[in-house]
């Protein structure tokens, strides 16, 4: 699903849930396009898709040249019957994303406010804040997240409040207005957004206890919890790649090692669960890759040979390259809170599992099989239920690494020496010092981070993935840059 799809929902969702709640009432005017334009930062054919799905449905009709108006018409008991059965349904999952959100965006609220007075001070942010701020003070949200320009990273943020139905907010008029004269005020920020972080929370205490005294009324005792997903609405590998990396993971813990054989075709097809076809495709994928070379009658040997630098240029490729970069800055940012977290919570016996599965990695040197130890730990020993989903979602994102080491291997460049690093780790888990452990992770990933930026220059510029920005990118080389 393309990301203008992704915000069709978004804001359909918004007004949906909205004038179910009764929000919104039977006669009123939603705001204008332009409005809604500026809140959501997209582009006006993008509101004007969900304006004509929320027409489509009965919530709203729309007159020639004048804005929405609200045609659906609940009773008061049914508009408290839908915010019940929504949010009882999510109680958990709003109470855990409460706790994940501080861990995670917290690092990167700190970062994007830098980056946000950096744009305004050099005259590179791309609109007016002042003339153009949002009824609401999320608006200062999207603002320092749009500073990384990371798609990926928005599309988190956007179905966190999704999720949460933006705890369900009256309408109000206050403003997002943090800047003295054309400068940002990191004070104004600062208070704002700790007024709009008290403001949600006491209007979700609120929600909680109406769904509490309500709960028996409408029979949700025994009702089955909706937990938080993560939906990634960009282009997806096509399951070639994805195979490529799951078998380039393999080959990396040396099931299948350097100059053994793959399986048969027909027995990859029944191992993987995929038909004939793909397999063939993958194996094509590998070959280019330098990875295997298949000989007729014999079978496909793993090699690691010199690589064509013309599947660089494949379009999935550079969208799921892109997609990994995004993924690793995500990481970066959250990795030392997630981490700490983790191995705060779980007990001795995972301590122990992960610090054998770490010393399996000494003789490997391979910094993508470090982060996927890393990753499994935290996506399946988290406490918080949202944590495990974010990071499972990271690990599968992150798994285009293995293509990225196989691209360097294959073209004869050797990661630096990453046994330090383990030896490093190994005596902190030891010594069950959380703190210095996560810090260290967050250290590594950075500095690989920094390597992917380098190797490949096309990823480390700006990319259009603004919200509301749906141009296309004009990307420049995309072969391995050369030592």
């Known amino acids: 699903m393309e990301k203008n799809k992704e915000l069709n929902e978004l804001i359909y969702e918004y007004y949906k849930s909205r004038i179910l709640f009764g929000i919104y009432r039977y006669g009123e005017r939603l705001n204008s396009i332009p409005q809604i334009c500026t809140s959501f930062r997209v582009a006006r054919n993008t509101v004007q898709i969900a304006l004509n799905r929320l027409e489509k449905d009965g919530y709203i009709k729309t007159g020639k040249g004048k804005v929405a108006r609200v045609i659906y018409q609940g009773a008061e008991?049914?508009?408290?019957?839908?915010?019940?059965?929504?949010?009882?349904?999510?109680?958990?999952?709003?109470?855990?994303?409460?706790?994940?959100?501080?861990?995670?965006?917290?690092?990167?609220?700190?970062?994007?406010?830098?980056?946000?007075?950096?744009?305004?001070?050099?005259?590179?942010y791309g609109t007016n804040t002042v003339e153009n701020a949002a009824s609401e003070p999320i608006r200062l949200y999207i603002d320092v997240l749009n500073t990384f320009h990371n798609g990926l990273m928005l599309s988190l943020f956007w179905q966190n409040m999704r999720y949460i139905s933006y705890f369900y907010p009256p309408r109000n008029d206050r403003k997002a207005n943090y800047t003295v004269g054309d400068l940002l005020s990191a004070e104004k920020a600062k208070c704002l957004k700790e007024d709009t972080d008290v403001y949600y929370l006491n209007i979700y205490k609120n929600i909680m206890e109406f769904i509490r005294s309500n709960r028996e009324?409408?029979?949700?005792?025994?009702a089955a919890q909706i937990p938080f997903t993560w939906t990634i609405y960009r282009q997806r590998p096509q399951?070639?790649?994805?195979?490529?990396?799951?078998?380039?993971?393999?080959?990396?813990?040396?099931?299948?090692?350097?100059?053994s054989y793959l399986p048969s075709q027909p027995k990859?097809?029944?191992?993987?669960?995929?038909?004939?076809?793909?397999?063939?495709?993958?194996?094509?994928?590998?070959?280019?890759?330098?990875?295997?070379?298949?000989?007729?009658?014999?079978?496909?040997?793993?090699?690691?040979?010199?690589?064509?630098?013309?599947?660089?240029?494949?379009?999935?490729?550079?969208?799921?390259?892109?997609?990994?970069?995004?993924?690793?800055?995500?990481?970066?940012?959250?990795?030392?809170?997630?981490?700490?977290?983790?191995?705060?919570?779980?007990?001795?016996?995972g301590k122990k599992e992960l610090l054998q599965t770490i010393r399996m990695l000494r003789d490997k040197n391979n910094s993508i099989l470090c982060i996927d130890v890393l990753l499994n730990f935290i996506s399946g020993e988290c406490p918080s239920a949202s944590i495990r989903e974010i990071y499972g979602k990271l690990r599968e994102l992150i798994a285009w690494g293995y293509i990225f080491s196989a691209v360097l291997m294959a073209a004869g460049q050797t990661e630096a020496n990453s046994e330090p690093f383990i030896c490093q780790v190994e005596h902190e888990l030891q010594k069950d010092d959380s703190a210095a452990f996560a810090g260290h992770w967050q250290s590594f990933i950075e500095e690989k981070l920094s390597s992917f930026y380098e190797k490949f220059p096309l990823w480390n510029a700006p990319q259009d993935t603004i919200a509301g920005d749906e141009r296309k990118p004009t990307p420049n080389s995309a072969k391995v840059k050369e030592k």
């Not at 399951?239 to 100059?259: C, H, K, M, N, Q």
């Open 77 to 124: 008991e049914q508009f408290q019957e839908n915010v019940v059965k929504y949010f009882a349904l999510r109680e958990d999952g709003i109470l855990d994303i409460q706790l994940s959100g501080n861990l995670l965006f917290s690092s990167i609220w700190e970062k994007g406010m830098q980056n946000l007075k950096s744009e305004i001070q050099n005259n590179t």
């Open 217 to 222: 009324k409408y029979h949700l005792e025994h």
């Open 239 to 259: 399951v070639r790649y994805t195979l490529a990396s799951a078998i380039i993971r393999e080959i990396f813990w040396d099931v299948y090692p350097v100059g």
């Open 268 to 349: 990859m097809a029944e191992q993987y669960q995929v038909s004939l076809i793909t397999v063939r495709r993958t194996l094509d994928v590998l070959n280019a890759l330098g990875v295997t070379r298949t000989y007729m009658g014999v079978g496909t040997k793993v090699c690691m040979e010199s690589i064509d630098l013309d599947i660089m240029g494949r379009s999935e490729i550079r969208e799921n390259l892109h997609l990994y970069g995004e993924a690793m800055q995500i990481l970066a940012l959250t990795v030392r809170s997630a981490v700490q977290f983790t191995l705060d919570s779980v007990k001795k016996e």
